[in-house]
């Protein structure tokens, strides 16, 4: 496999191993568990030779990457620190070991992927090492952090989460310091765990998310009572489904926050009211009609006065005992006048006259002073349809009783009232007299 670098370079395969333990104290587990060292397979690839005035050939060989994410982590940490160690061996042309006659410092690119292939990159950094009759051991995240592929810088806890953490891979760059091209040294390494890591695949199992709640996965017995609180409940996630029947009282909800639109139609029975609770307040105008009043519900008590107006009464509908005794006056007959509702259609127009001729009382008439003890009375226009029946009668003065009064020229337009004194001393002569009378008659 070839790099760009213009150097012919050749990894060579070469079994070595290093490691390192990492204790961890765990109250949960009440022992020490020891980690091992993750081994990465060795990996190698050559170049063609270059001209012979080009640099000879340089082997680089890299044999053992240790990761450890829990660097003296205490038990009681729940966030492992962002840091992987590294270890790897450097030989010359020759096969020599760098750094065999004193260290040497060499800069180096250490680039995390998720794929052996491709520009997908999940983690960089860059930091010089110093290289050690060919050892050199580095721990990562203590460098300068690079961008990644996605122009991030993705702490460890995120590059090797998701469905696809068990495949990433770690490329090594040597970085040219006297202005030529880096080295970049392909094939990419596999990261995998040591035995012991894979007991953290169960630790892994336990991390859950949203979907996983959803699907049913978080019990109720792995949460303690009370754990969770309205600051742990997204807004407006709570559906009726999550809701036992029955669980909610009415000490479970606010005054006043239960609007029409919270009740489903139809819902509330008459079970679910308690006597004496609904005002006038509560329902909404014109929403009541005779279909929701039960027959002989409503009493006296419960209209108010002057409510009721004749548009509310429906016609032929009121009998003489629904009205109360002389709880009728002129003021509820229109103008004085009455008008049956048969189909006669009779009216009734009563007046009273001064002895000047000024109407005092009544309506659809007007009255006139002709002379002496003679009077007009004109009825409105269409006021009958025919000649009506009339009665006439003084009314006050000192002697009344010897006052006759009569009425002549009847007719649908009116009538001419006379009064004279039969007294003998009078001579049945004229006299103005104030009186009354009462005229019965069709209408339209």
């Known amino acids: 496999m070839k790099h760009s670098h213009p150097l012919p370079i050749r990894m060579e395969t070469e079994n070595r191993a290093?490691?390192?333990?990492?204790?961890?104290?765990?109250?949960?587990?009440?022992?020490?568990?020891?980690?091992?060292?993750?081994?990465?397979?060795?990996?190698?690839?050559?170049?063609?030779?270059?001209?012979?005035?080009?640099v000879g050939r340089a082997a680089l060989l890299c044999l053992l990457i240790n990761i450890n994410c829990l660097d003296h982590l205490d038990a009681q940490t729940r966030t492992p620190p962002d840091r992987m160690a590294f270890q790897s061996y450097l030989t010359d042309i020759n096969g020599d070991p760098m750094g065999a006659a004193a260290p040497v410092n060499k800069t180096l690119k250490f680039i995390i992927y998720e794929a052996e292939q491709g520009p997908d990159s999940k983690w960089a950094e860059?930091?010089?090492?110093?290289?050690?009759?060919?050892?050199?051991?580095?721990?990562?995240?203590?460098?300068?952090?690079?961008?990644?592929?996605?122009?991030?810088?993705?702490?460890?806890?995120?590059?090797?989460?998701?469905?696809?953490?068990?495949?990433?891979?770690?490329?090594?760059?040597?970085?040219?310091?006297?202005?030529?091209?880096?080295?970049?040294?392909?094939?990419?390494?596999?990261?995998?765990?040591?035995?012991?890591?894979?007991?953290?695949?169960?630790?892994?199992?336990?991390?859950?998310?949203?979907?996983?709640?959803?699907?049913?996965?978080?019990?109720?017995?792995n949460i303690a009572d009370s754990a969770i609180n309205s600051a742990k409940i997204l807004n407006e996630t709570i559906q009726s489904a999550d809701i036992k029947d029955g669980a909610i009282t009415?000490?479970?909800?606010?005054?006043?926050?239960?609007?029409?639109?919270?009740?489903?139609?139809?819902?509330?029975?008459?079970?679910?009211?308690?006597?004496?609770t609904i005002v006038s307040a509560d329902i909404k105008d014109s929403t009541i009609v005779s279909a929701d009043i039960a027959n002989s519900t409503i009493v006296s008590a419960d209209i108010a006065d002057s409510t009721i107006v004749s548009g509310d009464i429906k016609d032929g509908s009121l009998e003489g005992r629904d009205i109360k005794?002389?709880?009728?006056?002129?003021?509820?007959?229109?103008?004085?006048?009455?008008?049956?509702?048969?189909?006669?259609?009779?009216?009734?127009i009563r007046g009273y006259v001064s002895a000047t001729g000024v109407k005092q009382r009544g309506e659809l008439f007007t009255s006139t002073r002709e002379s002496t003890g003679e009077y007009r009375i004109t009825f409105?226009?269409?006021?009958?349809?025919?000649?009506?029946?009339?009665?006439?009668?003084?009314?006050?003065?000192?002697?009344?009783?010897?006052?006759?009064?009569?009425?002549?020229?009847?007719?649908?337009?009116?009538?001419?009232?006379?009064?004279?004194?039969?007294?003998?001393?009078?001579?049945?002569?004229?006299?103005?007299?104030?009186?009354?009378?009462?005229?019965i008659g069709t209408t339209n």
């Not at 203590?142 to 991030?152: K, V």
């Not at 990433?168 to 040591?194: A, H």
């Open 18 to 54: 290093s490691g390192f333990m990492l204790q961890l104290l765990s109250r949960l587990l009440e022992g020490i568990a020891s980690l091992a060292s993750i081994v990465i397979a060795l990996f190698s690839f050559t170049r063609p030779q270059l001209p012979t005035q080009t």
């Open 126 to 221: 860059q930091q010089v090492v110093t290289v050690n009759n060919g050892h050199f051991s580095v721990i990562l995240g203590e460098g300068t952090r690079l961008n990644d592929s996605s122009d991030q810088q993705l702490p460890f806890a995120e590059v090797f989460a998701g469905t696809g953490a068990s495949d990433r891979f770690i490329e090594l760059t040597v970085v040219n310091e006297s202005g030529g091209s880096d080295q970049v040294l392909l094939p990419r390494l596999r990261l995998l765990p040591s035995p012991y890591a894979f007991m953290a695949s169960k630790v892994a199992s336990l991390d859950l998310t949203d979907t996983d709640v959803l699907e049913g996965q978080l019990g109720g017995g």
């Open 250 to 276: 009415s000490s479970d909800i606010a005054s006043n926050t239960i609007a029409s639109a919270n009740i489903k139609d139809e819902s509330v029975t008459s079970a679910d009211i308690t006597n004496s």
């Open 325 to 348: 005794s002389k709880s009728i006056t002129g003021a509820n007959i229109g103008g004085y006048a009455y008008v049956s509702g048969t189909a006669s259609r009779l009216r009734i």
């Open 380 to 439: 409105n226009s269409s006021a009958f349809t025919g000649y009506p029946i009339v009665t006439v009668s003084a009314y006050g003065g000192s002697d009344l009783q010897d006052n006759v009064v009569n009425f002549a020229s009847l007719s649908v337009d009116g009538m001419t009232v006379y009064i004279t004194d039969s007294s003998p001393d009078k001579n049945v002569a004229r006299e103005d007299c104030a009186f009354m009378f009462i005229a």
